[in-house]
Nanobody, 121 residues
Framework: QVQLVESGGGLVQAGGSLRLSCVAS????????MGWYRQAPGKQRELVAT???????NYADSVKGRFTISRDNAKNTVYLQMNSLKPEDTAVYYC???????????????WGQGTQVTVSS
């Protein structure tokens, strides 16, 4: 069983910063791409940023230049540094990882439980 646990969400004023963390634990053979997604009330879940196991990154246009995704492969952890936060960044942020696990080995898309980020104006 593999699980992802996010932390670091909270309430911040516009212009402020937050750092999200997501740790993968359990019976893990390897982790491919890790990423952050978000879902605001009444909206669909959307991609925020992803990072491959060799460090290639991809960002949504709305967060480019403000958010930075990084990972520590030794700790099975992905981070999201969020700067210059705006009220429209308010959402539940979810961690996702492509994890190889099980016998036989298979690739699963695992989701965390989400962490709330609220940006006040």
């Amino acid at each position: 069983q593999v699980q992802l646990v996010e932390s670091g969400g909270g309430l911040v004023q516009a212009g402020g910063s937050l750092r999200l963390s997501c740790v993968a634990s359990g019976s893990i053979f390897s982790i491919n791409t890790m990423g952050w997604y978000r879902q605001a009330p009444g909206k669909q879940r959307e991609l925020v940023a992803t990072i491959t196991n060799i460090g290639s990154t991809n960002y949504a246009d709305s967060v480019k230049g403000r958010f930075t995704i990084s990972r520590d492969n030794a700790k099975n952890t992905v981070y999201l540094q969020m700067n210059s936060l705006k009220p429209e960044d308010t959402a539940v942020y979810y961690c996702n990882a492509g994890v190889r696990t099980g016998t036989p080995l298979r690739l699963y898309s695992i989701w965390g439980q989400g962490t709330q980020v609220t940006v006040s104006s």
